[in-house]
């Protein structure tokens, strides 16, 4: 155990549940249940129209440029309006069932449960997201994650998001953590890394995709969850 940390921040999606795959899987469903195929020749082909746009999107969220409505909806405008519906209630609709199906998923990060299992004797551990307060909680329940945290930290009840200091001012006060005694471990350069960093708070970068540093060197990097526990 490395005694240098009690508390410890842990990201949710792409750190531990497997957004891109269970995501991919919902939304493969709606294509099929919605009959998207009346425009789109294939799935790939509407995967392809939707998600760069629903990555800027959050992107924006995340720099508070857009608040959540305008996120869900644009996302779904983006690919229905190529279809001629151009109604942000159907959108919404369809929204509301995809997240729905979300919270049903399972799969996650190979390596999250061995290593939630080693490092809950020996740390305070909590999630720290941007995701949504009544997804992000039924994602951890039904992927079998809620018994290893103490806390979910989320930005909507911080009302102020990763990467900006305040929430990790936030998560500090709320989980009584000290700064030096905390590590933020996560996937997102700019929302957890960087992020944590610019509160002054130790970081672990889990970079699977072995992508360059920008600016400066994390404290700790790791290509694998099982990495970890050679650091902590």
């Keep these: 155990m490395n005694l240098r940390y009690k508390s410890l921040f842990l990201d949710l999606d792409d750190t531990l549940w497997d957004t891109v795959r269970n995501n991919r899987e919902c ?6 249940d919605y009959r998207f195929d009346r425009h789109y020749d294939s799935f790939e082909t509407f995967y392809n ?7 800027s999107l959050w992107r924006q969220y995340h720099n ?3 608040d959540r409505h305008t996120l869900i909806v644009e996302r779904l405008l983006n690919v229905l309006r190529p279809m001629g519906i151009d109604d942000a209630e159907e959108a919404l609709r ?4 995809y997240m729905r199906r979300t919270t049903k998923k399972n799969r996650l990060v190979p390596g999250a449960v061995e290593l939630l299992e080693a490092l809950k004797p020996c740390y305070r551990m909590f999630i720290l997201s941007n995701g949504f307060r009544e997804i992000q909680s039924l994602k951890l329940q039904h992927a079998g994650l809620a018994p290893y ?3 979910l930290i989320l930005s909507e009840d911080a009302h102020i998001r990763k990467p900006n200091r ?4 936030y998560a500090l006060k709320n989980t009584n953590s000290r700064r030096r005694e905390s590590l933020m471990i996560g996937d997102s350069w700019e929302t957890d890394i960087a992020g944590a960093r610019n509160a002054a708070i130790d970081q672990l970068w889990f970079n699977p ?3 360059p540093a920008k600016g400066f060197a994390p404290t700790y990097e790791v290509h694998s969850l099982s990495q970890v526990q050679a650091i902590l």
């Excluded at 369809?94 to 069932?97: A, E, G, P, T, V």
């Excluded at 305040?166 to 001012?169: L, S």
């Design 64 to 66: 508070h440029e857009i």
């Design 209 to 211: 995709e072995r992508l």
């Design 149 to 151: 945290f103490e806390k």
């Design 49 to 55: 129209h939707y998600m760069p746009r629903n990555l």
């Design 27 to 32: 939304l493969e469903e709606i294509y099929v």
């Design 94 to 97: 369809i929204n509301w069932d």
């Design 166 to 169: 305040a929430i990790f001012d």
